[in-house]
């Protein structure tokens, strides 16, 4: 079966969070189960200085504004497809976003060629490749299954909603661009109060919808979840399925990890130690035997970054040293600064994006804090687990269905992988920092909890088999 994952950001080629990660390993997960899944993305400068350009596949004289190019290449294991408008994406700065950080003002342009392009691949654009199943991601790629579904093409489609905060809502004055039939302006199409919705569009008219967790999958569905799309969403409840993620077990190996001063297994202590001094090194702290407690995020409201500012001294006052690698909110970044000056040698921030960073956090911290509001799947606490950081986590989303408390039938069974907190506000996260500070300085139960998150199966294996059996049901149901 072919599938086409139509992507804005896939690992290691561009990523900004989670969403590049699972595009990036999924394809590979899939293969095992007689998926030819390739991606289409957009030819970025930064994606081309790593890929090379590729053969031209297509050309469009003019394309939503300009001169396009369609080309094809393969590049470190993964079979591509990208999107080559330099009026779209040649310019400098993320892939949403300018040097600045502001959102650039034709992302609803530039997001509609990618999504179009993919349809158009479904409608055969190339004879070589047809892909059966149009997989979109978010907002971004949402409006590929719109395509599909007006252009009447055999082909099945997918949405993935890794987070339903974004959702490409747009003024309805750009729809006579996007290229759509004029009926596609209705509360059945792309209309979303009054303008344009690009996720809602994908929502209402993609063939499947899967969510990145099944807790998410269910939290959507519910008014304070649903961010004015749960009525939609509890309408498709049938086609609605939740498939919680993966981790690229070869990026994400703490026995061969190139970014770890010591590569380490289960029950090598000693390794983990090394990696310890190397990153309170790095973060200015005291080399003493306190717990580490590290955050590795986006610092926004969606990861209740500010409560853990809240508790920060809290923290330190239970005797615990803290490390914070992250970058977002100016306000925030600003908080953990803060921090780390009231506290030296017990709270160490770095502000900015560094992924081997991120790995020595996981290789040598005892835990890492994830306190969010809501969090579709979440990566970072999966990681944890591979890397005997116990994860401390908030109990939403993906969190609540890939950790499993250390409450008192979980210890005693020996199966508990982390600590879990609810509600999520600044005294049950005091108190379950406090939890795992106990549990630390009982050393056969730290140890143990630390096992079991190592053995944990955190890999694709299972998910990747929900998703080529959604497929194959999809495909299907699309040919009745
Ligand atoms: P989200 O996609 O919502 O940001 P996830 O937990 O799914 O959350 O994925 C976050 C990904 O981004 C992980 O791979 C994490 O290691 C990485 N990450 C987040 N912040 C940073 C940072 N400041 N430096 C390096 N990696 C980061
Ligand atoms: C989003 C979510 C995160 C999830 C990631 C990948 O960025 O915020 O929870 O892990 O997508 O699905």
Redesign the pocket.
């Known amino acids: 079966m072919r599938v086409l994952s139509v992507v804005s950001e896939l690992?290691p080629f561009v990523?900004?969070?989670?969403?590049?990660?699972?595009a990036g390993a999924l394809p590979p997960a899939l293969r095992g189960h007689g998926i030819d899944m390739r991606s289409l993305l957009p030819a970025y400068p930064s994606v081309v200085a790593r890929t090379g350009w590729g053969e031209v596949v297509h050309h469009w004289p003019d394309y939503y504004g300009g001169e396009a190019r369609l080309r094809r290449l393969e590049a470190e294991g993964h079979r591509l497809f990208l999107l080559d408008a330099p009026h779209l994406y040649d310019r400098p700065g993320g892939p949403y976003t300018d040097p600045a950080g502001v959102d650039h003002p034709d992302n609803w342009r530039r997001f509609a060629a990618l999504s179009r392009a993919g349809a158009d691949l479904a409608r055969g654009l190339i004879f070589d490749f047809r892909p059966d199943i149009v997989h979109a991601h978010d907002w971004q790629t949402a409006l590929a299954a719109a395509f599909v579904h007006y252009d009447g093409t055999p082909s099945a489609s997918v949405v993935t909603v890794?987070?339903l905060a974004f959702q490409g809502q747009f003024d309805a004055g750009i729809f006579p661009a996007l290229g759509l039939p004029p009926d596609a302006f209705s509360i059945h199409g792309v209309e979303y109060y009054g303008g344009v919705g690009f996720l809602k569009a994908g929502l209402k008219l993609a063939t499947g919808i899967t969510a990145?967790s099944p807790t998410y999958a269910e939290e959507i569905r519910t008014p304070e979840g649903g961010m004015g799309l749960a009525g939609l969403l509890s309408d498709r409840v049938d086609d609605l399925c939740g498939i919680v993620?993966g981790i690229d077990a070869a990026a994400w190996d703490p026995a061969s990890d190139p970014h770890l001063p010591a590569r380490f297994t289960a029950d090598d202590r000693p390794a983990r130690q090394v990696n310890r001094r190397a990153l309170e090194a790095r973060f200015g702290l005291d080399a003493d035997d306190a717990p580490i407690f590290s955050v590795?995020?986006?610092?926004t409201w969606?990861?209740g970054i500010d409560l853990l500012a809240e508790t920060a001294d809290h923290l330190v006052g239970l005797g615990a040293k803290l490390a914070v690698?992250?970058?977002g909110d100016p306000g925030l970044e600003h908080a953990f600064r803060e921090a780390a000056t009231r506290h030296p040698g017990r709270i160490g921030t770095?502000?900015?994006?560094?992924?081997p960073?991120?790995h020595l956090l996981?290789g040598g911290a005892d835990a890492i804090l994830?306190p969010?509001r809501f969090?579709?799947?979440?990566?970072?606490?999966?990681?944890g687990l591979r890397y005997g950081s116990v994860p401390v986590v908030a109990r939403v989303g993906?969190l609540a269905d890939t950790v499993i408390d250390a409450n008192h039938a979980a210890l005693v069974a020996g199966v508990a992988t982390g600590i879990q907190f609810s509600p999520v506000d600044v005294p049950a996260l005091r108190k379950a920092i406090r939890r795992a500070v106990h549990l630390y300085h009982s050393p056969g139960i730290w140890t143990r909890l630390r096992r079991e998150g190592m053995k944990a199966d955190v890999s694709w294996d299972h998910s990747a088999a929900d998703y080529a059996a959604l497929y194959r049901d999809l495909l299907d149901r699309s040919r009745r």
């Open positions: 690992y990523k900004t969070g989670g969403l590049a990660d699972v890794h987070n990145v993620n590795v995020s986006r610092l969606q990861k690698l992250g970058s770095v502000i900015g994006y560094d992924e960073l991120a996981q994830i969010s969090e579709p799947c979440g990566l970072t606490q999966l990681y993906g």
